[in-house]
């Protein structure tokens, strides 16, 4: 005879059914660096063959888990060894093709993202690397589902200003190439400092160099959870409540997902790796990181007070998460990108949210300058300038940072960009007109910092 | 074995036979009802069982459908789902 509680069935049906609890995506990381070869189609040839022989039941057990415990999974997606080094090994370079490839494996296993159209050039480029850079604009248009990621900077390397400098070309060239979907091109882009290996999210996720031959990581997320929780303390409730509050619910939240991760790694036969426990918002009402601020007292996203209200949110969310879970990983914390928050698109629609809170704020979220929508005719060299400051934000601060910006063709602000599902719609936001055109052509490595003297 | 256990949770507009009704169908389908519990929530009917479907030669999908499909002839909000997820979720 075993035990239950009502309550905690309620709370848990509650949860999943009102709150939009729900594991956001069960990825399948996949080594490709047995898939190397001289010729570039039977390298194509090798990958599209071990990536739908480990992922041929990725959709079916996750769905028949959906169904065993009755928590929604999002998405099914494949992150995979970075292609630079495997189309590296090439006599001649198409990294186009390859890109092509994946999209085709990704589609025969029913995921609707794969990740890994990558290089890892923190402290300088390979020739696969500058190549696999130059082609990402078209790899991202001829392609639905490949998601690409450049890690720029890092802690111990620095900063990379070449192509720092190179990026806000190829961000803006992925977006002008998919002109006619508000440059979704440059949705499924995102430039990293301190990259971590083993992330489950998109646009991010590729299969890091130290990891094993394949693995299972898992992301989950529950804003709507935490909100939830939050607006119903009192309103005098001290920030040692609060935060412990969000200990509990994370706790909760990332048990639920260790669960459904390990019984999808043992159904696939392949280790569990981790769980990343971040706070994804979708564009669904109330599941909203915006939301989370608003209840916990400011008046919405972008107040004073939001930086202090994120951090304390990230600091909880991994405190909570830490207990349930022996591997947590990934990007876990707290995210913010714009266009998928419907409470951060009315923030910023209504100008409370500036792009300068945001940079602020990714001091202390989990990630970075997020799905931001600017307008069309950025220069170049300004969208790197953001980049650059991002970079230096994670560089100094040893955490990782992205930005995931959309200069959206033929667009201003006042405009919107529109992209649907979970990438959501975001109001076109001012960027700061002064030229960062000389600093940025400078080139060259911004080296590595001290860390001692940390003031 | 606890992998074995489900939890099925009823909610909806109290009326006579919805305890008949879900237990005739967990006979038919082989599954051991160790324990039932009720109440009124907010004007709510809701009832709690625990079974366990070790003994059953149904798989779990052929018994959450079938009490799915018990819901929708009640008018009842059925789920059905492994209790593991709520020992794992309250329980450190």
């Known amino acids: 005879m075993s035990f239950f509680n009502e309550k905690s069935i309620i709370e848990t049906i509650n949860m999943i059914k009102v709150h939009n609890l729900d594991i956001r995506t069960v990825t399948l990381a996949l080594s490709l660096r047995d898939c190397c070869g001289e010729n570039v189609k039977e390298v194509g040839d090798k990958i599209y063959n071990k990536i739908t022989k480990y992922a041929k039941n990725l959709y079916s057990y996750a769905s028949e888990i959906e169904e065993e415990y009755s928590i929604p999974i999002i998405n099914k997606r494949i992150a995979v060894t970075p292609i630079s080094l495997v189309g590296e090994s090439c006599k001649e370079y198409d990294y186009v093709y390859l890109a092509k490839v994946l999209d085709e494996a990704a589609k025969e296993v029913n995921v609707n993202f794969i990740g890994g159209f990558s290089a890892l050039v923190e402290k300088g480029c390979t020739r696969g690397d500058n190549a696999l850079i130059e082609s990402i604009p078209e790899a991202l248009s001829q392609t639905q589902r490949v998601c690409s990621s450049i890690n720029l900077a890092s802690t111990k390397a620095g900063i990379n200003m070449d192509t720092v400098k190179k990026m806000g070309s190829i961000i803006k060239q992925s977006a002008n190439l998919t002109a006619d979907k508000d440059g979704i091109g440059a949705a499924k882009l995102v430039c990293f400092c301190n990259v971590p290996g083993d992330n489950p999210f998109m646009a991010g996720a590729f299969h890091g160099y130290g990891e094993n031959e394949c693995a299972l990581n898992i992301g989950v997320s529950g804003p709507g959870v935490v909100r939830a929780a939050v607006e119903n303390l009192p309103k005098n409730a001290d920030f040692g409540e609060l935060a412990n509050k969000i200990k509990q619910i994370a706790f909760k939240i990332t048990s639920t997902g260790e669960l459904v991760g390990r019984r999808m790694a043992e159904k696939m036969n392949i280790p569990f790796g981790i769980i990343d426990l971040s706070l994804a918002p979708t564009p669904a009402k109330g599941d909203s990181v915006a939301g989370i601020f608003q209840a916990m007292g400011l008046e919405h996203a972008g107040a004073h007070g939001t930086t202090a209200a994120l951090a304390m949110l990230n600091d909880a969310v991994k405190k909570g998460g830490i207990m349930a879970s022996s591997y947590v990983g990934g990007l876990s914390g707290a995210f913010i990108p714009v266009s998928e928050d419907a409470g951060m698109i009315e923030a910023a629609k209504s100008g409370v949210l500036t792009f300068d809170k945001l940079e602020a704020m990714t001091c202390v979220c989990s990630v970075g300058l997020d799905m931001i929508a600017i307008p069309g005719d950025t220069p170049d060299s300004t969208i790197s300038g953001m980049i650059a400051d991002e970079m230096a934000i994670g560089m100094i601060n040893k955490k990782t940072t992205a930005v995931r910006i959309i200069p959206v063709p033929n667009k201003g602000v006042g405009d919107y960009a529109v992209y649907g599902g979970l990438l959501g719609e975001a109001p076109i936001m001012k960027v700061n007109n002064l030229s960062s055109d000389i600093f940025i052509n400078r080139g060259g490595r911004i080296p590595a910092p001290i860390h001692s003297l940390n003031n | ?92």
């Open chain 2, 1 to 92: 074995m606890s992998e074995n256990k489900i939890i099925v949770t009823i909610s909806g507009k109290d009326r006579v036979g919805i305890v008949a009704e879900v237990s005739s169908v967990l006979a038919k389908y082989g599954v051991n009802i160790e324990d039932i519990r009720q109440t009124i929530m907010q004007g709510c009917f809701m009832m709690f069982l625990l079974g366990d479907i070790g003994g059953s030669k149904f798989s779990f999908k052929e018994i959450k459908d079938a009490l799915s499909q018990t819901g929708e002839k009640l008018g009842m909000e059925i789920w059905t789902q492994r209790k593991e997820i709520f020992d794992k979720m309250h329980t450190i």
